[in-house]
């Protein structure tokens, strides 16, 4: 009911139903005109309404109309609206009632759509009133834009929509700012601003409007430019931005200085006039006249005149008074006192070309140069007129391009401004912009309705006027698009797939771009049963290309057609496509049964299979998989629809044995199956032609499928283009050999992950040979197939191919990340975590950071790497009582992922009472240093420490002598069975021998003669083989090189650790700790003794363990890095002896610990004579990520060193005169050192080794 009243009085409008006041509701509801709309009327709602208007005491009323309400009588009534939705525009923050009010019959359902999103009222800000009204409330600048209100029925649609605008108040992006200049100067006031509709920008100087001129520009849409200063362009410039939601100012000020005075390098703060007589010469660093200044520039010509622009040239002043001068160009247009600068772009230049200069116009020229001390003289004025332009015409104004219908636009333009002659035509471009090419028509008049154009498309338009001179200057581009229609072409490419009982999916593909008319906003299904004439109708989504439709009948056949939608209408839908739904809910949850029977016919080339489907008929068979080959059904496979029930193998060969298998499949897999075996017929044997084939498998369950299936796609191949893309291609063998489609077949894709947990199949239709699948998941195993779908005829699913897509940096942080103390050992924690959920790859390791400071760098952070996909890790040597956090970031191929959050723990305040036993096991005191120079502990040290308690000192002697005694065993066997082979050769002849050895290892520079090889001593604390250095160079160069455990080390970037003191160090004491752990694996004295039997052998062969030991694949050691090491020092004195060193006895009574993470670990070479006296210099062998504890081991004293060096002098002399062995000697297993001895057995060998220092002396003395 209309309420007719002026817009400004609808506020104070109320309605009355039977004289007593109506209160609104969601059914009841007063529209912005004033209108009352009722929804789903009923009895309750008859009686008579008038509307009254009150305002300040008064009121006035309208007449009383009646509302009867009458029955419904069933007949069909057609939809028509009371009351459409009109444009509307609304201030930012405010609420907006659209109105929608439709009548008809049956009762409409009303949605609304913005744009081609469908609203509802889950939105808090968006709620429907009276049956279909819309009110949004808090509007923002998001909701402008088209809304549509749909209404419809079983039987029609009917849509009207209206455009709402977002008005905002003006706003500054960015404000003028204040400005010192120089006279003559060109300066920009810079001002910004952002609204809806856009701002209109006027310029305001102390209170007087600024009229544009040339030399008051707007630039850059509102920038103010003033050209040339002049002092009385000083002021405040206001910039004003007002809309219809509101208005700004903000002001500026000019400040122009002397030219004496120096232009601030910082903004200036806002100045009154006042201030200005703060601003004096000689502030803000200008010079000084300290000197002169120079004199005028000469010869000041004019060397190129053009229409716009001007070119000066001019020789230096007599009197410089300077090397590097720059000039500076002042010019006004004749007449006007407004001087404006040009400076040249480099010193010493002595040209400029002046720019954007009236045509046929008087300029004044002078130049000025400056040096360090100042400005100089000016030169005389040079007065020059640029030349007349062509007589062309300007641009036209105003052009203006309007679309009038989706095929036509109307253009106009004014007369141009500079005509210079009777303007004869006009030549209109016009281009369409999904094309490119540029068309033209000429017109004699000043507008043109331009027709035939494409819907919806974007055109550009330009109008270049002529007269008898030619054509004129073209104005700007006006783009306009065309308006949209209703879509000219229906949906493409309609599957129906049946889901179950109840429900079939339709799929399609969205009309061809150019028969879109516009942007599609939804699809309208229609759909009925059987062949009866009533339809049921559904809508989707603009972007949405599939839907459900469910709550059908059983076993029964429906009818569906699609067409597209746009804001103007419903296109033309599809044919008719049918499809019947099962007569029982069949389960697809797991794979079909068994085939219930399988038949073979053979015949001489060929093979006729028929079968019988699985007894269990709730299970959704989709097709059915042939393997067949001769004595193994794999070699070909073939897939046949669900309706098939026989097939003939082709192409065979005669006389052969086949073994033939069938198995039902469905989208979660494939069934078990049936096996069967046939010989096919000798060539020989004639062709039967009376074999029935009707007769043989005419049965009511095998009708022939009408129509006949396509062949399904074949050669399916799935590339992997990155993580999240794979491109499947395919070939079809129905069409011509170029593959060329030309019939309106197309082809549906389907795949899925071979991870059970998720077997959700996906689809899309195409009409070309190729897809590109994207969003798929990194690393992710896919299984691709296709179909072909011709009319009613359809293939089966092709074989299937398989493509993994590439890996992904993780997208997850590890997770459920947990910090726990070590039992017993408070400094010790134990970091706890899981993979992340989006690892996007195989995990190759794991990096801990860890701070006390929370908010600290990254780069601060001490780090922890894990190497492999281990989740769990011990930090030693923390700090008691502080409060310490952690992140870890997972790590692929690929690189990082994302840092998990952080996760504090705090250290116990005192040590556990155990504290002693415990640095017994692992804790022990680092290694001496001289004196004064002892370092304090590193917190990051923590592997190869080791101690000795007093009650230990007996087991470790014991151990001494042993290794002592088998170390002399070796070299008593070594040396005598050179000297029982090599005993002819004379003295001379040995030592050419060991001079060749020795260079040919070592590429000694120098005479090998006077070369010696070091002296080996055993020290009397600690047990070490140290080279007495007697090289004739003082200091020989050995340097210690990095050797990586394995190729998975995970190395944190080098830069933050060397900028960074604590991480340095950090890894620092990663160095100290490897220095203080000894061979982890113990070599008994059979090992060294097979490497240690040809001294050549252990020179040249880089591969020989560094420490004597065998080395296996599993447990690499570092003689791999020998060879290095020897090339990059070949000054480096080295010895045959110097490969032994005494394996250190396991500990069984200590405590073992893993360390898997060490960064990577120096090689321990000796730099210079020794200076600490009591350094246990041992490398690890074996992995390294499995050390045991070390142990020191203490030993009696040594002999008289004079006697014993002499004895080991002797030794050395012999075995540098053995000739190199003709071949290496085989490396005989490592056996594992007894554990302990009894006393009675260190007696025997204490005796037995003084027999055989005796013996060894004597062999080395005689002549």
């Known amino acids: 009911m209309a309420c007719e009243v002026n817009s400004d009085l609808v506020s104070f409008t109320r309605w009355e139903k039977d004289r007593q006041p109506l209160e609104m509701s969601t059914r009841l509801v007063q529209l912005p005109s004033g209108a009352l709309a009722i929804s789903n009327a009923s009895e309750a709602d008859a009686g008579l309404y008038r509307c009254l208007v009150e305002n300040v005491g008064s009121s006035k009323s309208s007449d009383e109309a009646q509302l009867q309400i009458v029955p419904e009588t069933g007949e069909e009534r057609k939809l028509e609206f009371l009351v459409q939705p009109v444009p509307v525009s609304k201030v930012k923050g405010t609420s907006v009632l659209l109105p929608c009010v439709v009548t008809g019959y049956p009762a409409p359902h009303i949605h609304w759509m913005f744009g081609d999103k469908l609203l509802d009222e889950s939105e808090s800000r968006v709620e429907f009133l009276g049956g279909g009204s819309l009110q949004i409330s808090n509007l923002s600048e998001g909701d402008a834009g088209v809304y549509t209100c749909m209404a419809e029925n079983s039987n029609a649609t009917v849509e009207a929509q209206a455009q709402l605008t977002i008005q905002v108040p003006p706003q500054f992006v960015k404000r003028p700012t204040n400005i010192y200049a120089h006279e003559s100067m060109d300066i920009v006031f810079e001002c910004e601003v952002s609204g809806s509709p856009a701002p209109t920008v006027k310029w305001v100087k102390n209170g007087d409007a600024v009229i544009p001129s040339d030399y008051f520009k707007i630039i850059k849409e509102h920038n103010l430019q003033v050209l040339g200063l002049v002092k009385s362009d000083e002021g405040f410039y206001q910039c004003l931005a007002e809309n219809d939601a509101g208005n700004i100012q903000s002001s500026a000020q000019l400040i122009i200085l002397d030219h004496d005075v120096a232009l601030p390098s910082f903004p200036p703060p806002s100045l009154t006039p006042n201030t200005t007589d703060h601003v004096t010469p000689g502030s803000g660093g200008v010079a000084s006249p300290a000197g002169p200044t120079p004199s005028a520039p000469r010869d000041v010509v004019a060397s190129l005149v053009s229409t716009r622009f001007i070119k000066l040239t001019w020789r230096p002043p007599v009197e410089p008074h300077g090397d590097e001068l720059t000039y500076s160009i002042f010019y006004s247009q004749e007449g006007t006192s407004r001087e404006r600068v040009v400076n040249t772009s480099r010193p010493g230049e002595l040209q400029v070309t002046i720019q954007n200069l009236m045509p046929d116009t008087k300029y004044r020229f002078r130049v000025v140069a400056r040096n360090s001390n100042g400005q100089g003289e000016s030169s005389a004025a040079l007065r020059v007129a640029t030349q007349a332009e062509v007589q062309v015409p300007g641009p036209a104004p105003n052009l203006q391009a309007v679309s009038i219908t989706p095929s036509s636009v109307s253009l106009s333009w004014d007369k141009p401004l500079t005509g210079n002659g009777e303007i004869l035509t006009y030549k209109l471009y016009y281009t369409d912009k999904t094309v490119g090419s540029e068309q ?250 009376d074999v029935d084939l009707y007769e043989l498998f005419h049965a009511p369950y095998t009708p022939v499928p009408d129509p006949s299936p396509m062949m399904p796609p074949v050669g399916v191949q799935a590339s992997v283009l990155s993580h999240d893309t794979i491109k499947v291609t395919w070939a079809d063998n129905s069409l011509p050999k170029n593959q060329k489609i030309t019939d309106n077949r197309y082809y549906t894709v389907r795949w899925k992950t071979n991870i059970p947990a998720n077997t959700k199949v996906k689809m899309a239709n195409t009409t070309s040979l190729s897809h590109m699948v994207t969003g798929l998941k990194p690393n992710t195993l896919y299984e691709f197939s296709v179909m072909v779908t011709k009319g009613r005829r359809t293939s089966t699913w092709s074989m299937t191919a398989q493509g993994t897509t590439f890996e992904s940096i993780p997208t997850s942080s590890p997770k459920d990340v947990t910090v726990v103390s070590k039992e017993n050992k408070p400094r010790t924690i134990i970091v706890n975590w899981q993979p992340p959920s989006e690892a996007n790859g195989k995990i190759t390791g794991y990096i801990i950071y860890y701070s006390t400071d929370v908010n600290a760098e990254v780069h601060d952070w001490v780090i922890e790497p894990v190497v492999g996909n281990r989740l769990t890790h011990q930090i030693q040597e923390l700090t008691l009582d502080t409060t310490y956090y952690f992140k870890i970031q997972a790590r692929n191929s690929k690189g990082m992922g994302p840092m998990s959050d952080a996760v504090h723990f705090r250290t116990p305040k005192t040590e556990s009472s155990d504290k002693m036993a415990n640095d017994q096991a692992s804790n022990l005191p680092s290694k001496p240093g001289p004196p004064g120079n002892k370092h304090p502990q590193d917190p990051g040290t923590s592997v190869g420490k080791s101690g000795v308690g007093s009650s230990s000192e007996n087991h470790i002697l014991v151990i001494v002598i042993i290794i002592s005694v088998g170390a002399f065993t070796i070299i008593v066997v070594v040396v005598g069975a050179f000297l029982c082979t090599r005993h002819t050769t004379s003295h001379q002849k040995k030592k050419r021998a060991a001079s060749k050895s020795s260079n040919s290892s070592h590429k000694f520079k120098g005479n090998s003669k006077d070369l010696k090889p070091p002296d080996l001593w055993i020290h009397h604390e600690r047990l070490e083989l140290k080279p007495m250095d007697k090289s004739p160079e003082p200091n020989p160069v050995m340097t210690e090189t990095p050797i990586p455990r394995t190729s998975q080390d995970i190395t944190p970037a080098d830069s933050g650790l060397d900028s960074n003191p604590h991480l340095q160090q950090r890894r620092n004491s990663y160095r100290e700790s490897v220095r203080n752990t000894p061979i982890s694996e113990p070599v008994p004295p059979a090992t060294a003794s097979s490497q240690a039997s040809c001294p050549s052998e252990i020179l040249a062969d880089p591969e020989g363990s560094y420490h004597g030991s065998t080395t296996t694949e599993e447990e690499p050691s570092y003689s791999s890095n020998l060879s290095s090491h020897r090339a990059a020092h070949p000054h480096a004195h080295a010895h045959p002896l110097k490969s032994f060193a005494v394996p250190a006895i396991p500990a069984t009574s200590h405590q073992s610990y893993e360390s898997p993470a060490l960064p990577s670990t120096p090689l321990l070479t000796q730099t210079g004579p020794p200076t600490h006296p009591h350094v246990v210099k041992t490398a690890s062998i074996g992995t390294l990520g499995r050390t045991r504890t070390p142990m020191v081991v203490t030993v009696p004293n040594a002999p008289d060193v004079s006697e014993t060096s002499k004895m080991l002098e002797d030794v050395d002399s012999v075995l540098a005169s053995l000739p190199p062995c003709p071949s290496p000697a085989p490396r005989s297993n490592p056996v594992p050192l007894p554990q302990s001895y009894e006393p009675d057995e260190l007696t025997e060998e204490m005796a037995h080794l003084e027999g055989l220092m005796k013996d060894l002396n004597a062999i080395t003395t005689a002549p």
């Open 440 to 689: 033209d028509i000429d017109i004699d008049t000043q507008s043109y309705i331009m027709t035939g154009l494409k819907k919806n498309t974007e055109y550009s338009f330009r109008v270049v006027a002529n007269n008898k001179h030619g054509p004129g200057v073209s104005t700007e581009d006006v783009v306009v698009r065309t308006l949209s229609d209703v879509p000219s072409a229906p949906p493409q490419n309609l599957t129906l797939e049946v889901q179950n009982s109840k429900s079939i999916m339709l799929r399609w593909q969205p009309p061809p771009l150019n028969s879109q008319n516009g942007e599609i906003t939804g699809y309208k299904i229609r759909y009925r049963k059987g062949s009866r004439r009533s339809e049921a109708a559904e809508t989707t989504g603009g972007t949405q290309l599939n839907k459900l439709i469910d709550g059908l009948e059983r076993g029964t056949e429906y009818s569906f057609r699609v067409s597209a939608m746009t804001v103007n209408g419903t296109g033309p839908a599809t044919e008719w496509t049918t499809a019947e739904t099962f007569e029982s809910d069949l389960d697809e949850s797991r794979v079909p049964d068994q085939p219930s029977s399988l038949h073979v016919r053979p015949l001489v080339n060929s093979i006729v299979v028929s079968w019988t489907p699985p007894e269990n008929q709730d299970i959704v068979v989709r097709g059915y998989t042939i393997g067949y080959g001769i004595g193994s059904p794999h070699a070909q496979t073939i897939k046949v629809d669900y309706k098939q029930r026989y097939y003939t193998i082709e192409n065979l060969d005669p006389s052969s044995h086949y073994v033939i298998t069938l198995k039902a499949f469905n989208n979660v897999g494939e069934g078990i199956p049936v096996y069967e075996s046939a010989i096919t017929r000798p060539q020989s044997d004639p062709i039967d032609p």
